[in-house]
């Protein structure tokens, strides 16, 4: 027995150390794909390639040997179109490729990183909660668990889930972005609908590994929604101020670090412990999702409303066809 006792801390700083490993391994690659080759291709573009076209293809006149073509503008023209010309072709058969490359792959990464992360610190190392919030977040855990049947019937509730949930993100980053152009608070609200969109992207890797439900991470975001803004609003400076290339580059470095965090994170014990301690009090819910919610349900009521309809028909059809048999 005291043999086996020692065995379980061994292999579990073997279990942390692969974890760890792996991690840094991925880790690693997003900020080799993103940092080093996304980011430093912008460089050089910016840096060497558009000032050696200048160079070669100048557009001042000073720079040309041939005045009289220069003073007649054609050759200015000429030369604006081919630098131009060129930096297109660099964004077509190199950024542009590159980004998609960059999002599929970072995508694979984020979540082999947030399961790692879960994993690691879920199965490894106890929790720091409270004892009795600890037994707070188990049962409500066994409930969401209770909640959902078994069989195809899970099935098909985790499918309809994840469906729902990509259509409400999707509405949700279309509002994100027309606030942008609301006039005098368009920015502010872009600012902080995009810290709440990004501290729901870090924190929905965990709730999927936990298997909570949709209408519970809804209902625990937007009851702390203050919380939640803070978390995403550091991760929306780092990129507010940029180009949008610079600003993906910048946010697929420091998304991983978030994911993380986000992941090993106890912020339902530390909000439960808060609240007990303030006696229930707080800033109350606020409907974050309600526009989007709105969107997302609205094509689901309009396929229920033609089978409805259809349906009627048939009904009114089958009817007048048996009135007019017995006629």
């Not at 604006?80 to 297109?88: A, E, M, S, T, V």
């Not at 803070?230 to 910048?250: D, E, K, R, T």
């Not at 229920?304 to 009904?315: D, F, G, M, P, Y």
Request: with cysteine; proline share 4%.
């Amino acid at each position: 027995m005291v043999r086996s006792r020692r065995a379980y801390p061994a292999q579990n700083r073997v279990r942390i150390r692969c974890w760890s490993k792996k991690l840094s391994i991925r880790t690693g690659q997003c900020f080799l794909l993103n940092g080093l080759i996304f980011l430093g291709s912008i460089f050089i573009l910016n840096s060497v390639v558009i000032p050696t076209l200048q160079w070669i293809l100048p557009d001042q006149c000073t720079q040309i040997s041939s005045q009289e073509q220069c003073l007649s503008g054609g050759i200015l023209k000429l030369y604006y179109l081919l630098r131009l010309g060129l930096i297109q072709l660099f964004y077509v058969f190199w950024f542009y490729p590159l980004y998609i490359f960059s999002i599929v792959l970072s995508t694979m990464w984020y979540n082999d990183i947030a399961k790692l992360g879960f994993d690691a610190l879920g199965r490894t190392t106890p929790t720091l909660a409270e004892p009795s919030i600890q037994k707070e977040v188990l049962t409500s855990q066994n409930t969401a668990h209770t909640e959902k049947p078994a069989g195809l019937g899970g099935v098909m509730i985790g499918i309809g889930e994840q469906v729902y949930s990509i259509l409400l993100l999707s509405f949700f980053f279309i509002q994100v972005y027309v606030t942008g152009f609301v006039p005098f608070i368009g920015k502010a609200l872009n600012f902080l609908l995009l810290s709440w969109m990004y501290a729901y992207y870090c924190f929905e890797y965990k709730w999927n590994l936990s298997e909570v439900s949709l209408e519970k991470r809804l209902d625990f975001f937007e009851s702390n929604w203050a919380f939640f803004a803070g978390f995403g609003n550091p991760c929306v400076l780092a990129i507010f101020f940029f180009s949008p290339l610079v600003s993906y580059g910048v946010m697929a470095i420091l998304y991983p670090l978030f994911v993380l965090t986000a992941t090993g994170s106890e912020a339902e014990q530390v909000i439960s412990s808060q609240r007990r301690k303030w006696r229930g009090a707080g800033l109350g819910r606020l409907p974050i999702f309600y526009a989007a919610d709105t969107m997302s349900l609205y094509p689901g009521q309009v396929v229920n409303a033609r089978i409805v309809a259809k349906s009627l028909t048939t009904v009114i059809v089958r009817k007048n066809l048996l009135q007019g048999l017995n006629s």
